[in-house]
């Protein structure tokens, strides 16, 4: 069995560098180096983020790290603070369920609202007709909002709200993206044709003077990001954390922030 953290720092102290020096080499904190070297994993983030740490900290001392990654599942793959990845980060099947679902989600809003008429309907026939004083006029409609949670657990709650007589502005996502380890990543808007010149196309890499990551271009219609290598960033969707599975290199984000694992 490979003791990973024995094997990390007897390769930095051999080659004379300090956590400090490492942890300015590798753009990781040195409690985070510690916890690799101690194996406390259970301090780091997460697994995809202990995968990525234990990459960039291999390779900055000259190790092969698949051979690190590799004994990580083997031994960690069931520990505690695990995430599973089925819940944290929920597959779409196809894009035809997909659609459905929306189409779903249309259709009630929609039977709400011919209701809702079918009420007001009612009451003004029944109203006495005799009435003296005029009813205020007012210059709001009462407007149905769906709003989603796009990280675990998916939540979806329906309120009623004010506003005024216009159509509300379409629903568009906030996405920035923070990189874990040096990826190319492409951008596309959701929908758009391959051949289709993307919303942005760059090798990234951790950058600490940028500890949220950077903002996506908007686009109305959502996103879809591909990854040269899995495990490499984390999406702050609406300004909640997405963590893609350790295998997911293709991803989309609907303007309502919903977020999926699309398959090539």
Do not use: C, H
């Not at 390769?11 to 985070?32: P, V």
């Not at 039977?111 to 210059?139: D, E």
């Amino acid at each position: 069995m490979l003791d990973i953290g024995a094997t990390l720092k007897t390769a930095r102290e051999q080659q004379g560098l300090s956590l400090d020096d490492a942890a300015e080499a590798t753009k990781i904190r040195s409690s985070y180096l510690v916890a690799l070297e101690e194996e406390a994993f259970e301090q780091l983030p997460g697994p995809t983020y202990a995968r990525g740490f234990l990459r960039s900290y291999a390779e900055l001392l000259g190790l092969d790290p698949q051979i690190l990654i590799d004994e990580f599942n083997v031994r960690f793959a069931a520990a505690p603070w695990e995430l599973d990845d089925e819940v944290m980060f929920p597959r779409r099947r196809s894009a035809r369920a997909s659609r459905r679902g929306r189409e779903s989600s249309i259709v009630v809003v929609a039977v709400v609202g011919i209701l809702a008429v079918a009420v007001l309907i009612v009451i003004a026939s029944t109203y006495p007709s005799t009435r003296t004083n005029p009813v205020p006029a007012t210059n709001a409609t009462s407007v149905l909002t769906v709003t989603e949670e796009a990280v675990n657990p998916v939540a979806t709650a329906v309120t009623a709200q004010t506003a005024p007589d216009s159509t509300s502005a379409a629903a568009q996502a906030v996405v920035y993206v923070k990189a874990l380890d040096q990826t190319t990543l492409t951008v596309r808007a959701l929908g758009a044709a391959e051949t289709a010149a993307p919303l942005f196309q760059e090798e990234i890499a951790p950058d600490p003077n940028r500890p949220d990551g950077f903002k996506l271009p908007k686009s109305a219609s959502g996103y879809l990001i591909r990854l040269d290598r899995p495990g490499t960033v984390t999406l702050i969707v609406n300004g909640s954390p997405v963590v893609p599975g350790p295998t997911d290199t293709l991803l989309s984000v609907d303007p309502n922030g919903r977020v999926a694992a699309e398959t090539e």
